[in-house]
């Protein structure tokens, strides 16, 4: 069974900062790999999707990257601002979609 | 574009009790999902659906059954619902162009359910 974990769990950082999270999975036979957000109390919003051909995805201020062969992702947030507090999922697509538990992030202002 | 709607936003239900999750898309999307989502536990698929009339079981099916009657739709029941299926359950839907890799998922706002 594919396994995903993320790290760390919860991350506080002061606006501005640039910042790495984490997402590893066990089984690197996957079609693609997500980064959603998500806020309190809300559903999922899609971020990035990697097809398991590329090795990364940028939108504005986020980069994700993919390593297959390890197994490792991760979404890098460039000039942190306090509206992307939120909780950061990653999702990987095998024979179905497994999550990780997602990492808290909080930007102070 | 409404995109993924869910209905109702929130339930409490009796041991025993049963109830139906509805999802509705308007995006033309060929496949959906239910998950439930869990502390510490992370968001985990129970059933999924590739197209009409067909439904297939995911990581966590016990005590649920679906059913898609229409491309749109979506349904998720409790028969009987327990305590442990208390949770906060979430509908997506996603494109899977025919011979293409499957597009993003769109999620709704989710239905929280508790079971007492």
């Known amino acids: 069974k594919q396994e995903v974990t993320q790290i760390p769990a ?17 089984d690197s036979a996957i079609y693609n790999l997500q980064w959603f957000r998500q806020d309190p109390g809300k559903g999922l919003t899609s971020l990035l999707l990697i097809q398991s051909s590329q090795r ?4 504005g201020r986020l980069n994700a990257s993919l390593d297959k062969s390890s ?7 460039a000039a942190s601002q306090p509206g992307d507090s939120a909780t950061y999922l990653c999702a990987v697509d095998g024979n179905q979609f497994y999550f990780g538990t997602g990492t808290s992030l909080t930007v102070i202002p | 574009n409404a995109g993924v ?7 409490v239900l009796k041991t025993g009790q049963s109830m139906t999750l ?27 659906s590739v197209g009409e009339g067909t439904t297939a079981k995911g990581e966590v099916p016990d005590g649920y059954n679906v059913s898609r009657l ?24 996603s494109y899977h162009p025919a011979g293409g890799f499957q597009e ?11 079971v007492l």
């Not at chain 1, 197994?71 to 947030?77: D, H």
């Not at chain 2, 898309?25 to 998950?35: I, L, P, R």
């Not at chain 2, 993003?104 to 508790?114: A, D, H, I, K, S």
């Open chain 1, 10 to 26: 919860a991350l506080s950082v002061p606006e501005g900062e640039n910042l790495v999270l984490n997402c590893s999975f066990t």
């Open chain 1, 56 to 59: 990364e995805q940028t939108s």
């Open chain 1, 71 to 77: 197994g490792r992702s991760t979404l890098y947030i």
């Open chain 2, 5 to 11: 709607t869910q209905t109702p936003k929130f339930r």
């Open chain 2, 22 to 48: 509805l999802c509705a898309q308007d995006m033309n999307h060929e496949y959906m999902y239910w998950y439930r989502q869990d502390p510490g536990m992370g968001l985990r698929l129970i059933h999924y």
């Open chain 2, 70 to 93: 229409k491309k749109q739709n979506f349904l998720l029941g409790l028969e009987s619902a327990a305590p442990s299926q208390t949770s906060v359950y979430f509908c997506a839907s």
């Open chain 2, 104 to 114: 993003t998922q769109y999620f709704g706002p989710g239905t929280r359910l508790l």
